[in-house]
């Protein structure tokens, strides 16, 4: 039985391992760093708890009300200091009506996929604090059930996020199709990653591609990926 802090611990090896592996393939002297966010949906604050001991502060969650729930109780039980800590990044849908909420109590969102909820997110975003974070979700298998734009209109919302005050635009995001053959879900990660180092040469905030889940690490890595958001293979299977 492992324990949350074994299941980092691995999950961090394969990163290093996926991107040494790429370093070689491409006959890069280093690949570019990659990022560990825990996807903490449907686990408990206590769970969370012992992911922040461990050293990962980038928490990922999906869903607005169990994301506010949990913030409260994490701070009654963790302190000041170690809660200043953490880096919360919005990763679900997101509904019109929930975008104040998600401005004010968010450092970053990752599913922003038209200009309504841009607007809304750079309004609302308390002027107190920094700007808020943004990635846009690509939906790049054009999947009528998942959230996101398509490619070819990625640089039309880029180029709004950047105009506006209290919004960075930091990159991108996607949930390719879980079940594309392997060769398929690479030409998906690349077409991605085509597409992110396009946006990095328009905008110098740009730096972030966060694709790849517990079961396509390596794929995600190995096609260009920044960032990880992984859930079940820190925490286990939800019950």
Not at 83 to 101: D, E, M
Not at 160 to 167: F, G, K, Q, R, Y
Request: glycine share 6%; charged share 25%.
């Amino acid at each position: 039985m492992f324990s949350i802090a074994d299941n980092i611990q691995n999950v961090r090896k394969r990163i290093k391992k996926a991107r040494e592996l790429s370093s070689l393939k491409y006959g890069e002297s280093s690949s570019p760093s990659v990022q560990l966010l825990a996807v903490t949906k449907k686990r408990t604050a206590g769970e969370v708890k012992q992911a922040i001991s461990e050293g990962l502060f980038d928490i990922g969650e999906n869903y607005l009300s169990e994301a506010l729930e949990k913030q409260q109780t994490l701070q009654t039980m963790v302190g000041d200091d170690e809660y200043a800590q953490i880096t919360w990044h919005f990763i679900g849908p997101i509904q019109s009506n929930k975008t104040r909420s998600i401005a004010e109590y968010f450092d970053w969102v990752q599913t922003v996929d038209r200009l309504k909820i841009v607007q809304r997110l750079n309004e609302q975003r308390p002027s107190h604090l920094d700007a808020l974070n943004i990635c846009i979700q690509v939906n790049i298998n054009n999947e009528e059930s998942k959230s996101g734009i398509v490619l070819e209109d990625v640089f039309t919302l880029a180029k709004t996020i950047d105009s506006l005050p209290n919004l960075v635009l930091r990159g991108l995001m996607c949930i390719p199709n879980a079940h594309q053959s392997m060769q398929e879900l690479q030409k998906s990660f690349k077409l991605m990653e085509n597409q992110f180092t396009q946006l990095k040469q328009l905008y110098g905030t740009v730096d972030t591609l966060s694709m790849g889940m517990s079961a396509d690490i390596e794929a995600a890595i190995d096609g260009g990926s920044t960032m990880v958001r992984v859930g079940t293979d820190l925490f286990g299977k939800r019950t």
